[in-house]
């Protein structure tokens, strides 16, 4: 798909890049600032503030009302369960709707993205009343706990995924379950160990896709988790700035951009699994 | 598919048959619990599971279904709610059912002309019935028996002294401790004991008080009477109302049909103001997306070239946005643009001279707005053209050998178009997110700037969303669920409809299955 | 079968009315550790146990409202006076029978947390907003709004910047209302029996209007940043880049720690139409406690609040933990001395409390938008309030 490029393309592409990356960085340098900022100002006229500090760092490993590491661990446990399943789920439908035709397939796959454009102003309300029947019949997967959470994340994740991976698939030529399947293989297990390896840079997407919205959802975790035990870091991160009037940006934006670090970290990886699907002779030309 | 072995029939039936169990044992928990609605929602499940594994015809849904569990009870199932929400008056003073109202009705007190209060003891037996001793402030003494509270002489033998005079016990009850008596404060409390013609309740923990009741609700009247001054409030538009309109707050759910949707789509107001808040949001959402997958695009494109350096250290820089919680960006971005203060028209002013009202002119507002939203946004369209790059990728790897075209020419003939299939689905979505995205708009400017002589509060920046918002929660009473329900439907009808006319656009619903 | 499985639950409902009662607290960050502490007392005396739930203040309505009617919500609530009138109206509150207890508490403050006649609250603290001033920027803050306008003109520099006066209005009524109501505009009349009329709104009246032309004047001519919100006034005061703001307790403690040498004065009087100085009014917020009307233990929770929370030892302790005047009198009698607090006390004298009916929804929106527009100049204040005033009538269906 690339060819070599001249000297002054690489210079150009490079110029775009960075242009991209000022872009991305600017406003984020503001939340550094502030994280080192000991008087919690978010606007600071300054940015680089008079005495900085780690303390905002430091509290957040050291402060008992504060428990950052916890609600790191709840945020990975809750956003990886729900990207690994929704992975899987919605490569089982997408599989379906590529791959089989059977009626009302259209209606389905049309219905898949029009339920998610539902306004979801009262959707929450709904939620919340439903994870308390939950519980009240199955304790532990209802409100404040993470597979409850989960549950609901996951019906939220459905819709474009599916749709999403459903366009991949559809570029993976059929034949080759075919030979899989005439030889015997359930159309499961075609799926299983055929397409599935092959649509490994989507499946990667949608992982971190999936992890990073989960990351950052506020609204519906904040109203079905109670006590800071419990929180995810996006709930956790509204507990300093959660007083109209006492907002403790500082503690704030470090969490924040320790949570960016994290979303960063697991980005790296994953980013080869993305890329896997290039294939070296794509590369020649 | 093939029919699989005798032992892997066995367990499948095996396994439909325990769950069908489990599902049974299930339903009649929640029968007996009168869970109904649940017990429906149930039966339909298990039957439609029953008919995945039966039949051969639904095996494709078989793939779908656990999906799908989680769709329709997290997805499906609020959007029903909504529905049912906005054919009610659930709105502030009308947010109890009619059986909670009536319930904390009954529950009221009032004081009689001549109030009594009692100091009490609270004795328990072995079998954990509970029973008060009441004294008068006259010294007149009660003792409790079932409901009724009767006239006691503690000087008999029957009742133990203790220290001080007090009586420790009686017929194997004894008297509860103060730490005792707080254990026992619900039992306590629940007690309605009836003395002549009033009510003798707990009123704190060391004290009981009489009380006549305020109201009684009348079945066939369908009312409510007040027995202090006898007024009958009867039902009426979710109030228990008198006959010459007085109301007893709170009042409570009734369903009123369509009046929300009539409200809405009769209201003055809304209809001068909609073409123009209309306008607005399909230009926010359509330029949102646009920019956003361009640029998004435009990244991935670049940051896919095997030949450029430093991919993976740019790749994740450039997701950054994506990683900060849009609460703080949207808020910092807010700064930036701040007309006087903000370091946009600092940098502005250096530069040219000049400076831009941002968040204060209607177009700059608009245009402020949008460049934040491509900059939360367009991290989505990166990582997403990334994946669909990769198929894309392979389909090259063929195509390219055919012909010598140039990379620009490759890139709109044949890129392009793979790219295309699954990423339009994804423009779709991504416009109705857009066009229902009240956050940012909240976060940012609030709707603002303010439109003078608007008939309604619809503000530059409003769109449909954040418009209704304001009419349901900013007005009246505030928290017009009921209103809000209904108007959320009416923006599900239109984006439909704008989806729909987009997947006949783009084609994103043929099947562009090639190779197959 | 039937009848078997009847009595089962029954009897498991038994079990769980004869269990010991336990109070669910909601509170914000600044009230629960103090009732956590309390909670060990409580617990020590009494054998009951409190659970304080920790829960951001701007979620502490909607949340209760949500969970209230399902049995999910807590037996006490700590919130602000102006969620009353939505609680009450919806049925979520049980009114308060004070007692003897009542004389302990501030009349101004009782009044607040008063609907329909009844009292839904246990007041803790009162907060308004004043003058924090920066000394070393201003030694002496000017006593009226001619004598501010003179200083504004001598240091104001937007290119430093430097201000002399900076509050919230991007837009922030609540920010605003001083100005407006120094010469007698306000927010709802009042009936005759005392209780709020929300149909006789005062936002445009005469008073109101030449307020606002003030603050439109001080914009057009350079003298007041407009869009300003929380962050960027406390960055500019505590840049040094504000000599005044307007605004209120809550800002004390991150002054403290900026190092400002600060001074708390009332805001500047304005010179009305009429000749006369007005005093400006601001709002007064009121934050207590409330019950819960589908709380099961109402006795243990009204107990708890009139014996352990209303005494001088947690009253004091929160009052350490949050200082805003105590509504408590015993307890405001011992800090009273505070400079800070007399000097916000001086001002919230001519507070008025902010109204506390569910009507208040229909007007913030509107009220903003007036501001915004006065802000940009894009409209007249007399045509900005006036429209703001009609939208309001409108959207709470006066005649």
């Given amino acids: 798909m690339y060819s070599r490029p001249s000297w002054l393309g690489l210079v150009v592409r490079h110029v775009l890049i960075w242009i991209g990356v000022i872009y991305a960085l600017f406003p984020v340098l503001w939340i550094l600032s502030a994280s080192f900022n000991p008087t919690n100002n978010l606007l600071d006229q300054r940015l680089f503030p008079a005495n900085p500090t780690l303390d905002h760092y430091r509290r957040l490993f050291t402060d008992p009302a504060v428990p950052f590491p916890r609600w790191i661990l709840n945020t990975l446990i809750v956003s990886g369960t729900t990207a690994v399943i929704t992975v899987f789920l919605c490569a089982l439908g997408a ?85 899989a399947l005439v030889d015997g293989a359930t159309p499961f297990q075609a799926f299983l160990r055929i397409v599935l390896p092959l649509a490994r840079p989507i499946l990667a997407v949608v992982l971190i896709i999936q992890f990073i919205t989960t990351y950052s959802e506020y609204v519906l975790a904040s109203i079905l988790l109670k006590g800071t035990d419990m929180y995810t870091l996006a709930v956790g991160l509204r507990f300093f700035i959660q007083a109209a009037y006492d907002r403790r940006w500082g503690a704030f934006s470090a969490a924040a951009i320790l949570g960016a670090l994290l979303i960063l970290a697991i980005f790296l990886p994953l980013q080869k699994l993305i890329i896997s699907g290039l294939t070296g002779g794509a590369v020649k030309e | 598919m093939n029919g699989g072995s005798l032992l892997a029939q066995g367990l499948k039936y095996g396994l439909v048959a325990l769950l069908d169990a489990v599902v049974v044992w299930a339903a009649m928990a929640l029968l007996l619990r009168g869970d109904y609605l649940m017990v429906a929602l149930l039966g339909v499940a298990a039957l439609l599971l029953n008919f995945l594994v039966l039949s051969r015809r639904a095996y494709p849904l078989r793939f779908l279904l656990p999906g799908l569990v989680f769709l329709v009870a997290m997805v499906v199932y609020p959007i029903g709610y909504t529905i049912s929400v906005s054919l009610t008056n659930l709105q502030t003073g009308n947010l109890l059912t009619k059986a909670q109202v009536i319930a904390q009705l009954e529950g009221r007190y009032y004081l009689p002309p001549a109030p009594e209060t009692f100091t009490f003891w609270a004795f328990r037996n072995a079998q954990g019935d509970l029973r008060v001793i009441l004294t008068a402030r006259d010294g ?53 004991l009836v003395l002549g013609d009033e009510h003798v309740r707990l009123t704190s923990v060391r004290e009981f008080g009489t009380y006549l009741r305020k109201y009684s609700y009348v079945p066939d009247q369908d009312a409510v009477v007040d027995l202090e001054t006898n ?13 010459d309109g007085m109301r007893i707050e709170p009042g409570f759910q009734i369903y009123v049909g369509f009046r929300n949707y009539l409200d809405v789509l009769t209201h003055p107001g809304i209809r001068s103001d909609f073409a123009r808040v209309f306008g607005w949001t399909v230009v926010w959402s359509f330029l949102t997306v646009f920019f956003s997958f361009w640029v998004g695009l435009g990244l991935a494109y670049l940051l896919n070239d095997p030949y450029v350096r430093g991919r993976f250290a740019y790749r994740s820089l450039l997701i950054v946005p994506y990683a900060m919680p849009a ?189 197959v | 079968m039937r009848k078997l499985l009847w009595v089962a639950v029954a009897m498991v409902g038994l079990a769980a009315f004869a269990q010991a009662p336990k109070l669910v607290i909601w509170a914000d960050d600044t009230r629960a550790p103090v009732l956590r502490d309390l909670a060990v007392t409580f617990k020590a005396q009494t054998g009951v146990a409190i659970e304080v739930m920790e829960i951001a203040f701007d979620q502490l309505r909607g949340q209760f409202i949500t969970a209230a009617p399902t049995g999910q919500g807590p037996d006490i609530l700590v919130g602000a006076h102006d969620w009353v009138g939505e609680l009450a109206a919806n049925g979520l509150l049980e009114p308060v029978n004070f007692g003897p207890k009542l004389a302990e508490f501030s009349a101004v403050a009782v009044q607040a947390f008063s609907y329909g006649g009844k009292n839904y609250g246990v007041p803790q603290g009162t907060e308004n907003i004043a003058i924090i001033y920066n000394k070393k920027l201003v030694p002496q803050p000017p006593r009226t709004w001619d004598e501010l306008l003179v200083l504004a003109r001598q240091i104001t520099d937007p290119t430093k910047p430097m201000y002399a006066l900076v509050f919230q209005n991007g837009p922030d009524p609540y920010h605003w209302f001083p100005m407006l109501s120094a010469c007698g505009g306000y927010v709802f009349g009042t009936n005759r029996d005392g209780s709020l009329n929300p149909c006789d709104v005062g936002l445009a009246s005469a008073g109101a209007i030449h307020g606002a032309k003030l603050f439109a004047d001080m914009i057009a001519e350079g003298l007041l940043p407009a869009g300003v919100g929380w962050d960027t006034m406390r960055a500019l005061f505590f840049g040094g880049n504000a000599a005044m703001v307007i605004s209120g307790p809550w800002l004390v403690a991150d002054t403290k720690a900026a190092g400002i040498d600060y001074g708390i004065a009332p805001i500047p009087a304005i010179t009305c139409p009429n000749g006369a100085l007005g005093t400006p009014r601001p709002f007064i917020g009121v934050q207590g406690f409330m019950v819960n009307s589908f709380s099961k233990n109402k006795v243990l929770a009204f107990d708890f609040l009139l014996n352990y929370i209303a005494t001088t030892d947690t009253m004091l302790a929160l009052y350490n933990r949050n200082p805003r005047p105590p509504a408590h009198l015993p307890t405001f009698a011992l800090v009273a001395s505070d400079p800070d607090i007399a000097a916000f006390g001086t001002q919230g004298a001519f507070g008025i409390p902010m109204p506390n009916i569910p009507e208040m929804a229909s007007v913030w929106g509107a009220w903003a938008d007036a501001q915004s527009l006065i802000a940009n100049g894009q409209a007249t204040p007399e045509e900005a309030l006036k429209e703001a005033v009609a939208k309001i009538k409108a959207a709470l269906k006066c005649k």
Wanted: aromatic share 14%; no cysteine.
């Fill in chain 2, 231 to 243: 007024v009958t409030y009867y039902a009426r538009e979710g109030s228990f109302t008198s006959p």
């Fill in chain 2, 327 to 515: 609460f703080i960006s949207a808020l910092v971005w807010a700064g930036l643009f701040n007309a006087d203060l903000g370091v946009i028209n600092r940098i502005l002013g250096e530069l040219f001279g000049t400076k831009v009202r941002w968040l204060q002119d209607p177009m700059w507002a608009r245009a402020a707005l949008i460049f934040i939203n491509v900059w939360l946004t367009y991290p989505y369209m990166m990582i997403v053209s990334l994946g669909a790059l990769q198929s894309v990728s392979r389909e090259m790897y063929e195509a390219a050998r055919v012909d010598g075209a140039t990379g620009w020419q490759r890139f709109w003939t044949i890129t392009m178009p793979l790219l295309w299939v699954s990423v339009a689905p994804l423009l779709i979505g991504s416009f109705a997110f857009t066009f229902n995205n009240f956050t940012i708009i909240w976060l940012v400017t609030a709707g603002r700037p303010a439109v003078l002589g608007a008939a309604t509060p619809a503000g530059a920046t409003d769109i449909l969303i954040s418009w209704t918002y304001r009419l349901a929660f900013e007005g009246d009473r505030g928290n017009q669920l009921g209103l809000a329900s209904a108007v959320s439907i009416l923006i599900f009808i239109i984006i439909a409809a704008i989806s729909g006319v987009n997947f006949r656009f783009t084609r994103a619903l043929e099947d562009v299955s090639r190779g």
């Fill in chain 1, 95 to 179: 599989y379906a709707f590529s791959r089989f035709r059977f009626r009302g397939r259209r209606a389905g796959l049309l219905s898949l993205l029009l339920v998610q454009m539902f306004p979801q102003m009262l959707a929450m309300v709904a939620i919340y009343l439903l994870l308390i029947r939950i519980k009240e019949i199955v304790p532990w997967l209802g409100y404040n706990t993470h597979p409850g959470l989960i549950m609901v994340y996951l019906g939220g994740a459905m819709g474009f995924n599916t749709w999403f991976m459903k366009g991949y698939f559809d570029t993976i030529p059929r034949s080759v379950e075919e030979s």
């Fill in chain 2, 140 to 192: 007149r003494t009660f003792i409790s028996r079932g409901n009724e509270l009767v006239p006691v002489d503690l000087s008999g033998p029957r009742y133990v002294r203790g220290a001080g005079g007090t009586v420790t016990g009686f017929d194997g009850y004894t008297r509860l401790t103060l730490p005792e008596i707080y254990q026992s404060l619900r039992a306590l409390e629940g007690l309605d």
